[in-house]
Each structure stands twice: as structure tokens, then as C-alpha cells.
């Protein structure tokens, strides 16, 4: 009986254990993602379309090394709306067009943000 006991306590804290991680890690790559778009927002007011251009290779490569853990722990329809922003706010840039730019960006930051929304420890995510 004790054991049982012991085993369901280290159970238990080996769940949390990976929920914590997985959220820390999940907000570490929100935090790296936002820190390479934000100079993009200015490089397209600013309309320096190369910069941009550069920049969002940037991004493109961090991504691709965020998506691999990313699409071990969350749901594969998460990452492939973020792809599908990506793709908008690449093509707005090599158009050269700022409001299209634009809103590819914001659509862009909205669907990383949701991530941390959907996958954040709260009562309305367990229930």
C-alpha cells in the first residue's frame, strides 16, 4: 500500500514536472520569436524591404528549430496556422506591400501568442 502511494506521488510530479518544462520552454521560444519580429514591424514602416527580407530569413530559420519541439507538445493545427501567417508575411514583404506586411505580421504574432494561451496552466485548460 505504501508503495502505491509512492508511486502515485512521483507520478504525479513527474506530470507537473513536464508541464512546467514544457510551458517554460514553449514561453522561452514565444519570447525568441517575438524578440526577431519586432524589428521587422519597423523595417516595414520604414519600408526597407531587404532588411525585412532578412530579418524574416531570421525568423524563418529560428522557427524551424522552434516547430520541432513545438509540434511534439502541442496540436499540429497550432503550428501549421503559424506556418500559414509565415507564408502570408513573407509574401507581403517581397511585394513590397506595408499593409499587407502588416497584418501578415500581426496575424503572424497572434498565432504564437495563442500558443501560450492554449498551453498555459489554468482550471479552463484542465476542466
Known sequence: MKKTYILL?????LVLGVGFGNIFLLNKGV???FGILEPIEECIYKEDWQKAQEIFHQYD???RK???LWQITIDHKETENIEVASSHLDAAIALNSVD????????????I???LYIEKLSWQNIL
Open 66 to 68: 522552434q516547430r520541432k
Open 100 to 111: 499587407d506586411a502588416i497584418l501578415g505580421l500581426y496575424e503572424l504574432r497572434h498565432n
Open 9 to 13: 506521488i512521483v507520478s504525479f510530479l
Open 31 to 33: 519570447s525568441t520569436l
Open 113 to 115: 501568442e495563442h500558443i
Open 61 to 63: 530559420q529560428e522557427w
